[in-house]
């Protein structure tokens, strides 16, 4: 099994400045991930020689609503010019527009049949937009009971149901482990049930959304289950340090060796 590790410069080294961020990453050995792109210096992301995997994928907008709909598909063509800039292949989009704190801009508690249909209408849109880019977009998971409260599609049953029915390859799931035990659990089970779905895994422990090893999830034996299931892809460390960034990549890698 050939993985590519990869880590977040949004959630690790905070206390450097972003580009600083970026280089030690690559440094270390990973790829990066990054979020809103717009706040970014994105020549000086690209001189410091890091392999990009995942990036936000839209600045605004929704899956349902007509204004949403066409913010949304704005701001990921926006977002493409941006991904061919870093040659980033992967760009990450969430059921709805979440604000700085995480949040979603407009809270959905209840989601209709026809804003499913809506949904998967928009983002046959998005795909279309990826298949003329050679960019794949992410639908990731997200749980709302302790981050993301108020978000409509975010267990990874709705992501997978979601991209099945596009069932385009230029929309894949990011199937975040993190959100995953929190709102579902029986992780490696949905492994094996949504892998052929997938285009990217995300993780962190839980509690405390920190490195592997730090809480409940036993990521070996994820790792192995990826093995057994013949996943060759990125797997994304989005989580918090607890205590030491680099500390935190040793204990990310030495789960996925």
Known sequence: ????????????????????????????????????????????????????????????GSLTDPDGIADLIATA???????ERLDCPSLNLHGTGLGTDGLPVVPVHTVTPDMWLTAADTLRR?????????????????????????????RAADTAALVRAVDNPHLRMNLDLYHAQIGEGILIAALAEYLPWVG?????????????????????????ALRALGYDGVVGLEGWARDDSDVALDAFAAAFA
């Open 1 to 60: 099994m050939t993985l590519t590790l990869a880590a977040s410069a949004e959630m690790l080294f905070t206390a450097m400045p972003f580009e600083e961020r970026v280089a030690h990453i690559h440094e270390r050995g990973f790829a990066v991930e990054i979020w809103d792109w717009s706040t970014k210096d994105v020549e000086a992301l690209r001189a410091t020689g890091a392999t990009f995997t995942s990036m936000t994928g839209y600045l605004r």
């Open 126 to 154: 998005i795909a279309a937009l990826g298949e003329r880019a050679g960019r794949v977009f992410l639908l990731e998971n997200l749980n709302t009971a302790v981050d993301h409260p108020g978000t409509p599609f975010a």
């Open 77 to 83: 063509e926006e977002s493409l010019r941006v991904a």
């Open 200 to 224: 990217e895994i995300q993780v962190a422990d839980v509690p405390g959304r920190c490195e592997p090893g730090t809480g409940e999830i036993h990521y070996p034996a994820v790792a192995g």
